[in-house]
């Protein structure tokens, strides 16, 4: 019987130096075609391991959206209560953390206020743990936080949230991988067949380098669209601070959404 072959641990110098090379490639090929690089990462970004395993290779079967609509949920106002867009007062007491407010305006590819949307937002919670069995992740739970919330955006496009600032966690890309700060957002526009999902980060992080989920952005303009802005106007006294986000779901300028074949990590 044949032992197995011990396989190279991959380190995170590894990781970073394949994402430097597919940024070199992404950009070579861009300046020979003449033209901008591309906003959006291809499915299969080799530093990002899972999505050589998990990305179609052949073409997605398409679905009739009206025949998809008829036994989807609805939604409205009275669906969503106002409790839904302040994460801390969810449970009998306050979660642990710094809490922050999280706003912004979600726009199309002209400016225009996307109105009555349905936001979604997850995220872990201060010691960077999920409300989820499938996170093992040996960091404490807090009673007093599940992750999870909602709001509709105004007639402005507007949104408002409160939340607790979500911690670093590790993924088990690679040796020592650490995901960035992050809170997922999904939209939903006029129905759920439309349903885009993203995520915004935290400016400064220093895990930025060295994440291959943010880094399968190649363009940097577009990496940074993903990340909120510290807003001092947002921020209130003794309580919390404010971060300010708008999102561009159309046209050159749109936020970054995943793909729909994303595991959302």
């Not at 430097?20 to 861009?30: C, G, Q």
């Not at 940074?224 to 001092?232: F, P, S």
């Amino acid at each position: 019987m044949h032992r197995p072959v011990p396989q190279p641990e991959l380190t995170q110098q590894a990781i970073g130096d394949e994402i430097t090379e597919r940024h070199r490639h992404e950009r070579d090929a861009a300046a020979s075609a003449g033209t901008p690089l591309a906003a959006h990462p291809r499915r299969d970004f080799a530093p990002y391991r899972s999505t050589t395993l998990r990305h179609p290779t052949h073409e997605l079967v398409r679905a009739d959206p009206e025949e998809i609509e008829l036994v989807s949920p609805a939604f409205g106002h009275t669906d969503v209560s106002a409790e839904e867009g302040d994460l801390t007062i969810q449970h009998r007491g306050e979660p642990l953390g710094e809490r922050i407010i999280v706003t912004g305006r979600v726009l199309d590819g002209d400016g225009r206020p996307v109105r009555n949307q349905l936001i979604e937002i997850w995220q872990a919670n201060a010691s960077g743990r999920y409300v989820h069995k499938r996170d093992q992740h040996p960091a404490p739970l807090d009673p007093n936080f599940t992750g999870v919330g909602r709001v509709i955006t105004g007639d402005d496009g507007s949104y408002r949230l409160t939340t607790i600032k979500p911690g670093a966690y590790p993924w088990k890309n690679h040796r020592n991988a650490w995901r960035p700060a992050h809170i997922h957002f999904s939209f939903f526009g006029s129905a759920f067949t439309q349903r885009l999902i993203t995520q915004m980060y935290f400016p400064g992080d220093p895990l930025f380098a060295l994440d291959p989920i943010y880094q399968s952005i190649v363009d940097p303009a577009a990496r940074e669209r993903l990340v909120a802005r510290y807003d001092h106007d947002v921020t209130e006294p003794e309580w919390a601070l404010g971060y300010r986000w708008d999102v561009v779901l159309t046209g050159p300028k749109s936020t970054w959404m995943e793909p729909e074949d994303a595991d959302h990590a």
